[in-house]
């Protein structure tokens, strides 16, 4: 059997080589969406639009240990989404915050951030100061998904007219896609037509390389590859992955 395991190991690897290689270039092959003629297209009026920014708050941005370059890029992006959105009449913004317990067991994963009650779970400023900010619904969450334990599944049952979801913010392949996946599989369970739309730049995750990860004795994570698995992984799911909004 040892004499087979190079030859299967071989094969694997070109089959991944090859998906590789169509995930590159399906990434590149993302289109531009006109929101306005989306909408118009759709039958969708700014009341049924809701825009979901996700975690962006002090914490992933500006301070404390998990705050980053990256993340802290997606603030100009995102910012420009909500002014959009709300200069074409969406009232609607709904804000999954990690707000945690000061004994969140996520902790034992990700380490301690955004606790309740310190600056790292609040809203960034250069959001938190738009017009747009006074229709923020802070949805505060204990763990990486936006429904558990959280007001998000009564919002969403009390706005039924709600049927296009902008989907924006961090981290991709973690608290990006459980938002966008409850918000796409709820919508299927009830057989609700939605549309659940996630654009690329207003998105992204964490970096950690394997050999920093190797020596402070965490799991590496490999921010551009599973940025990419990840929205593939959504779009398999229904979601539509768009280069941008404009």
Same mark, same amino acid.
């Given at each position: 059997?040892?004499?087979?395991? +190079?030859?299967? @190991?071989? &094969? %694997?690897?070109?089959?991944?080589?090859?998906?590789?290689? /169509?995930?590159?270039?399906?990434?590149?092959?993302?289109?531009?969406?006109?929101?306005?003629?989306?909408?118009?297209?759709?039958?969708? &009026?700014?009341?049924?639009?809701? *825009?979901?920014?996700?975690?962006?708050?002090?914490?992933?941005?500006?301070?404390?240990?998990?705050?980053?370059?990256?993340?802290?890029?997606?603030?100009?992006?995102?910012?420009?989404?909500?002014?959009? &959105?709300?200069?074409?009449?969406?009232?609607?913004?709904?804000?999954?915050?990690?707000?945690?317990?000061?004994?969140?067991?996520?902790?034992?994963?990700?380490?301690?951030?955004?606790?309740?009650?310190?600056?790292?779970?609040?809203?960034?400023?250069?959001? &938190?100061?738009? +017009?747009?900010?006074? !229709?923020? @619904?802070?949805?505060?969450?204990?763990?990486? !998904?936006?429904? /558990?334990?959280? *007001?998000?599944?009564?919002? $969403?049952? #009390?706005?039924?007219? *709600?049927?296009?979801?902008?989907?924006?913010?961090?981290?991709?392949?973690?608290? *990006?896609?459980?938002?966008?996946?409850? $918000?796409?599989?709820?919508?299927?369970?009830? %057989?609700?037509?939605? #549309?659940?739309?996630?654009?690329?730049?207003?998105?992204? @995750? /964490?970096?950690? +390389?394997?050999?920093?990860?190797?020596?402070?004795?965490?799991?590496?994570?490999?921010?551009?590859?599973? !940025?990419?698995?990840? $929205?593939?992984?959504?779009?398999?799911?229904?979601?539509?992955?768009?280069?941008?909004?404009?």
């Amino acid at each position: 059997m040892s004499t087979l395991m +190079p030859e299967r @190991t071989r &094969a %694997q690897n070109l089959s991944s080589d090859a998906f590789l290689e /169509y995930l590159a270039d399906w990434h590149a092959a993302l289109e531009t969406l006109d929101l306005a003629a989306d909408w118009s297209a759709n039958g969708v &009026a700014a009341q049924n639009v809701a *825009v979901f920014v996700v975690d962006m708050v002090n914490g992933f941005c500006h301070e404390g240990p998990l705050a980053g370059d990256r993340v802290n890029a997606l603030i100009a992006p995102v910012r420009d989404v909500i002014e959009r &959105a709300y200069a074409r009449g969406v009232r609607h913004f709904l804000l999954p915050q990690d707000t945690h317990r000061p004994d969140a067991l996520e902790f034992a994963q990700f380490g301690p951030h955004c606790i309740e009650g310190q600056s790292e779970s609040k809203t960034v400023p250069e959001l &938190a100061a738009l +017009p747009a900010a006074e !229709h923020f @619904t802070i949805v505060a969450k204990n763990s990486l !998904h936006p429904a /558990y334990g959280t *007001v998000l599944q009564d919002w $969403l049952e #009390q706005h039924a007219e *709600v049927r296009y979801f902008l989907v924006i913010g961090d981290c991709t392949d973690l608290c *990006v896609y459980q938002t966008a996946m409850h $918000l796409r599989l709820t919508a299927n369970a009830a %057989q609700r037509d939605c #549309q659940v739309v996630v654009p690329e730049n207003c998105v992204q @995750t /964490y970096d950690l +390389p394997v050999s920093v990860a190797q020596t402070i004795g965490v799991m590496p994570h490999d921010g551009d590859l599973l !940025h990419l698995v990840f $929205l593939y992984s959504m779009a398999l799911n229904g979601i539509r992955i768009v280069k941008e909004v404009i």
